[in-house]
């Protein structure tokens, strides 16, 4: 089991980290594409907004049929079209083609969090998630943050168009991994399937007061049926998980194009300055999921809450400082990262797990990544029209960063408050 455990975390993990690299690249020459082709900033966030759309559209078809064909199937499928898709984005001339290839990559980007997440809930039970979903998580901030280098390097190296295809590569490689050593449950491999060990304690047990639904089953097949108060649960995380994406693609998404425009540096320099927001989330998820276990006794939603009230105590001090020069704006933005990317991981992950349970983990968290989506859509189109009606300022910007942070903090506050009456357990 261990031995096993192992090769499909390692897998998922590398899974995850592959999806970033075809789609990562946009963000990275969007200001040296946009320079060459003669697209504006709106039309930029166009193109991009209909990836998001897809993905947001594509993140609920994930969530529903996941659980019928399997997240082996669904992954291995999803990363081979994402390759195809961003090879043939590099050779795209026309706002047509690239508006058509976006809608693709998003559509079967899509097959990854959910199926990814559904995977590694078969393999570990409640108790370990916390810790374990901590470091596994690290897997969107270091797709992230490597995707981001490499397409970087290309682009000062080759141009805009070759950091598509090195990303593509990238992902083929990671797609042999998946193939050899990613399981959807260990009873694919003649292991019997993961019990928590707390299930086995006697009611009277005094160790099962530290976690009074540690004993319910997690079957992994069967149908998913949830009451109406897992339905409210699952839409408070999904409606906070939208004002966390909103901030975390607007920052993935302009920061690179903020540097280069705002701050004069060159599309290189800005696309490895930027990746400071996701090195900086990297820290703050390992943590949170070792201190959500340690000292929060497995309540993601009250650690979340804690860490989403200083991702809004950062975004102020992004919003007041972070218009004075490229290193207050580096500096702020890796504060960011840092606390905001805790309560995306927690709550996306282990939080995700815990409520849908077995194969209904794949169910949640595809709903829970298809409202957040919506965020992204939003900031897109948003923020691309806001920054040309406002002549290339970035202040206004960064105040609607701070509104998505207010929102999420509302309804993670929320649900903690529900905890506490007994109306939902993250």
Not at 12 to 38: E, M, N, Q
Not at 89 to 97: I, P, V
Not at 246 to 261: C, E, G
Request: charge should be positive; aromatic fraction near 14%.
């Amino acid at each position: 089991m261990r031995a096993w455990r192992w090769k499909v975390s390692l897998a998922t993990w590398l899974c995850y980290v592959g999806y970033y690299f075809p789609r990562k690249p946009f963000s990275i020459v969007k200001g040296d594409l946009g320079t060459a082709l003669h697209f504006d900033s709106e039309m930029l966030a166009w193109i991009w907004t209909t990836y998001l759309i897809a993905y947001t559209i594509g993140q609920f078809v994930s969530g529903a049929v996941g659980p019928r064909f399997g997240p082996r199937l669904m992954l291995l499928v999803g990363m081979g079209v994402c390759a195809v898709t961003a090879v043939a984005t590099s050779f795209a001339n026309q706002f047509a083609w690239f508006v058509t290839l976006m809608a693709v990559l998003g559509l079967f980007q899509a097959t990854g969090w959910s199926n990814a997440v559904g995977t590694m809930a078969a393999w570990f039970h409640r108790g370990e998630r916390g810790t374990v979903m901590g470091v596994w998580s690290t897997c969107f901030q270091v797709g992230n943050v490597a995707a981001a280098v490499l397409a970087s390097w290309v682009l000062g190296w080759a141009g805009f168009r070759a950091p598509f295809t090195a990303g593509a590569l990238a992902m083929m490689v990671v797609w042999v991994v998946v193939y050899f050593y990613q399981r959807n449950r260990p009873e694919d491999v003649g292991l019997p399937p993961v019990r928590d060990p707390a299930a086995a304690r006697p009611a009277s047990d005094p160790a099962t007061s530290v976690d009074p639904t540690a004993s319910r089953a997690e079957p992994s097949d069967g149908p998913v049926r949830w009451d109406t108060s897992t339905w409210i649960t699952v839409l408070l995380v999904g409606v906070a998980y939208f004002g966390m994406k909103f901030i975390r693609y607007a920052l993935d998404s302009w920061a690179p194009y903020f540097l280069k425009l705002n701050f004069g540096l060159s599309g290189e320099k800005a696309g490895y300055v930027s990746t400071l927001f996701g090195i900086a989330g990297i820290v703050g998820v390992v943590a949170s999921g070792w201190v959500s276990d340690r000292w929060f006794g497995g309540r993601r939603a009250l650690l979340s809450f804690v860490m989403i009230l200083a991702t809004l105590a950062a975004t102020l001090a992004m919003f007041t400082v972070g218009t004075t020069g490229v290193v207050a704006f580096s500096a702020t933005i890796a504060l960011v990262g840092f606390a905001l990317h805790g309560p995306d991981a927690l709550l996306t992950g282990a939080g995700a797990m815990d409520i849908g349970k077995g194969l209904g983990a794949v169910r949640a968290a595809g709903i829970i990544s298809g409202i957040g989506s919506a965020g992204s859509v939003v900031q897109e189109i948003f923020i691309g029209k806001l920054y040309k009606s406002s002549g290339g300022d970035i202040a206004p910007v960064l105040v609607s960063l701070f509104g998505a942070a207010l929102l999420a903090t509302v309804c993670i506050g929320t649900i903690v408050w529900r905890n506490r009456r007994g109306l939902s357990d993250v």
